[in-house]
């Protein structure tokens, strides 16, 4: 009896153990569950986080992939204008040059085609000079040989008769006629109307001397006559042309050449057209064409007319 007491205390000692052996296998158990259930939420939880920003980042990555698209699609617009730029700025450089290649081709013609003008032109110029300085030449030496004549004794241009002479003019006449006088109205006239360039009282007008050689007749030179006309300026006329017969000359107490060179009045209210031609008329056909290949002024003219006067 004793030993199944024992044996009974002994096994309720065992059972009472493994009871507390599982009371604490049973809280251990429960610790792991509540362990096991909060490793649970925060894995649930850190996986909510991992796909808000795995949907975050794919909406970035969409947003990026939309955003290199337009660029792209920016970008293969721009290289096409830029090609079509480069086309057309090809295109009329390619026609620039062609119309520059014509315009030099035509520039190179008409220069040519002007030079060859300009230098035809020249050459006319230089010869219708030289002949109208041989035709000056000329001309002064049959004044040179009247007047000559005229020293010859017993000479008398100024006698009624009407006929030609054999010999010249006076020595005061001869002195005061013009070289027109030998050149013929038609002559005269182209010669004065050359050395007009201008007939406002401002502008000298100049004159081209081998353009007015050209323009002026061959001279024909005839025996002189008491019939023509001496032209003169004198004070009454302001400057203007003064026709009379020669008889009015010879009448005159005044030589013909001072009458001819006479001073105006007032030299500066004649036109430098006028100007010009008393100087013309005087003989100083070289001071009418040097004034006017220097386009002098108004004042140049008076004062190469009171210079002459003053002579």
């Known amino acids: 009896a004793g030993g199944a007491r024992e044996s009974a205390a002994r096994a309720t000692a065992e059972a009472v153990a493994r009871e507390s052996e599982l009371r604490d296998v049973r809280a251990e158990l ?23 920003q ?44 062609a119309q520059l290649s014509g315009a030099a081709a035509a520039a190179s013609g008409a220069s040519a085609a002007r030079i060859a003008q300009l230098e035809t032109q020249l050459a006319e110029r230089d010869m219708a000079l030289q002949r109208l300085q041989a035709e000056r030449g000329f001309l002064q ?26 010999g010249g003019v006076g020595e005061d006449a001869g002195a005061g006629m013009d070289i027109e006088e030998a050149e013929g109205p038609s002559r005269k006239r ?7 360039g201008d007939d406002h009282a401002g502008t000298s007008g100049a004159t081209d001397p081998a353009a007015a050689a050209a ?3 061959l001279p024909t030179v005839g025996p002189f006559s008491n019939d023509k006309k001496v032209e003169r300026r004198t004070p009454a006329s302001g400057g203007r042309r003064d026709t009379k017969p020669d008889s009015a000359v010879a009448a005159s107490p005044v030589p013909a050449a001072a009458a001819a060179r006479e001073l105006p009045t007032d030299v500066s209210s004649m036109t430098v057209a006028d100007m010009k031609g008393w100087l013309m ?23 190469a007319v009171e210079e002459k006067c003053r002579s």
């Open 30 to 52: 429960v610790a792991a569950r509540a362990a096991v259930a909060e490793a649970r939420a925060d894995a649930s939880s850190a996986v909510a986080q991992m796909a808000a």
């Open 215 to 217: 323009a002026l007749p």
């Open 281 to 303: 008329e005087s003989g100083f056909e070289d001071t009418v064409f040097h004034l006017n290949m220097k386009k002098a002024k108004k004042a140049d003219w008076v004062k």
């Open 190 to 196: 182209a010669r004065v109307g050359a050395a007009r």
């Open 141 to 166: 030496q049959q004044v040179d040989n009247l007047h000559r004549q005229s020293l010859s004794p017993g000479f008398h241009p100024l006698a009624s008769g009407g006929g030609g002479h054999s």
């Open 54 to 97: 795995t949907a975050g980042l794919s909406a970035d990555l969409d947003a990026a992939k939309a955003d290199a698209m337009a660029a792209r699609a920016d970008a293969d617009a721009a290289r096409a204008g830029q090609r079509a730029a480069a086309t057309a700025a090809s295109a009329e450089l390619e026609a620039l040059r």
